[in-house]
């Protein structure tokens, strides 16, 4: 009753975990020769944090990450908005954690290292092609680079769990084309930094067109300097001749800081920070088209192959968790079968297609647009612009369609009816 996992990312370490957990024996075929901690700084919200909980995580999101406590928006003035508190801070049961992606997914990788054993999980193994038969199905695999075949492994089910460029949903869908680049292009590093606000703020200032987000990722060292993740924004028009299909390639300050060099606010020096980068990347903010289907007999789709969505939110890796979790449940209940990954979409393909519409209409940040067409010279008090209950309401909304309303959270009982694994 094997299940074969194409895509050793945050949703497919997920879901081997979880079907370990399970007592389902699972195989994971990762395309990249090495995995190392690549990537930029993500949030996981409470939702996503409950189900690594579950999992025996929790103590290992505390070592790599930070307890985020709150959440602000701001004008490109640098005039507060909105802000709430996040997390514990605003009554969840459970944290909402800011970390670096690439060393969630070692953290993950290792977890499943060490409970499903190394011989499990195959790297430099690219999905080709499938087919199956009443009993079960059969992955082909090679060595992408050289195209040379590695082989064929026999299973009961295949879950592509590979990316926003997935194999698995190429060949479902062959005459889709590249993710849909919506103008924007993302500016993304790290910089060592005083801390600003609580200490603990994921902060986000601007408007659609022109938006910088930062968040910590550590605690402040001996230096007094915390681990800031940045990420400036500017948004074109759709038709800009920019370098669309150069994927997290070096960025260069010059073709954004002149725009943010007056961003000195009271409370965060926004030109100071991008002149501390480490290291920055430019990546083209993409997403793709809900899709009418994931499943296809004894194969489906997950995570960002199955619904990559803009950075809005924070969303995209935390819903990829959520996918692995039900899908687990539904394995649970009805064994590694068709009517499973049936019971699996029915309920996380509308969930997620709601989510990535929503982020195509701003999500929660839609409220900075409104600022800034509203009092785009800046205001007194937030109060004159919008209704404190258009702002709530907002915020109130988005947390009810991503699934992390505070009190259904609190509530309701595990998505995996088993005991916590203990860590």
Not at 280 to 299: F, K, Q, S
Not at 339 to 367: K, M, S, W
Request: hydrophobic share 40%; aromatic share 8%; proline share 6%.
């Amino acid at each position: 009753m094997t299940v074969l996992v194409a895509g050793a990312g945050i949703g497919g370490l997920t879901l081997a975990l979880s079907l370990h957990q399970a007592g389902v024996p699972v195989k994971v075929f990762e395309t990249s020769a090495e995995l190392r901690p690549l990537g930029v700084g993500i949030n996981l919200l409470p939702h996503a944090v409950r189900e690594l909980d579950e999992l025996g995580l929790l103590a290992e999101l505390d070592r790599i990450g930070i307890r985020t406590a709150e959440l602000a928006y701001y004008s490109k003035r640098g005039q507060l908005i909105w802000s709430e508190p996040r997390g514990e801070a605003a009554g969840y049961r459970w944290p909402q954690f800011s970390l670096h992606r690439g060393q969630l997914q070692m953290m993950l990788l290792e977890a499943a290292r060490e409970r499903l054993g190394a011989a499990n999980i195959f790297t430099g193994w690219h999905l080709e092609s499938w087919r199956e038969d009443g009993a079960g199905i059969t992955a082909a695999f090679i060595d992408r680079k050289s195209g040379a075949a590695r082989g064929e492994v026999r299973g009961e089910l295949l879950i592509g769990a590979d990316g926003i460029h997935s194999s698995l949903r190429r060949h479902l869908y062959p005459d889709e084309g590249p993710p849909i680049w919506n103008g924007a292009i993302l500016w993304r590093g790290t910089a060592r930094a005083a801390p600003y606000l609580t200490g603990r703020s994921m902060i986000m200032a601007g408007h659609e067109f022109q938006k910088f987000v930062a968040y910590p990722l550590s605690a402040p060292g001996d230096d007094g300097k915390a681990l800031i993740n940045f990420i400036a924004e500017r948004k074109f028009d759709p038709d800009h001749a920019w370098r669309r299909e150069d994927w997290n390639r070096p960025g260069d300050p010059a073709d954004f800081l002149p725009q943010f060099e007056d961003w000195v606010f009271d409370w965060l020096d926004v030109p100071a920070l991008i002149r501390a980068a480490e290291a920055i990347y430019e990546y083209p903010m993409v997403d793709r088209d809900p899709l009418p289907r994931w499943t296809d007999g004894r194969a489906t789709l997950l995570g960002d192959a199955a619904h990559a969505m803009y950075p809005i939110g924070s969303n995209g890796a935390s819903q990829a968790i959520l996918d692995a979790r039900v899908l687990t449940r539904e394995i649970l209940a009805q064994g590694t079968t068709p009517e499973a990954l049936d019971a699996y979409e029915a309920e996380r393909r509308p969930a997620t297609a709601q989510i990535v519409l929503a982020n195509r209409r701003n999500g929660p940040e839609e409220v900075m647009q409104r600022v800034e067409e509203l009092a785009p010279d800046g205001f007194r008090r937030i109060e004159d612009v919008l209704a404190p209950g258009e702002l709530e309401e907002t915020a109130t909304g988005y947390k009810k369609l991503a699934g992390f309303d505070k009190e259904a959270l609190n509530c309701r009982p595990s998505i995996v009816d088993l005991p916590r694994v203990t860590a």
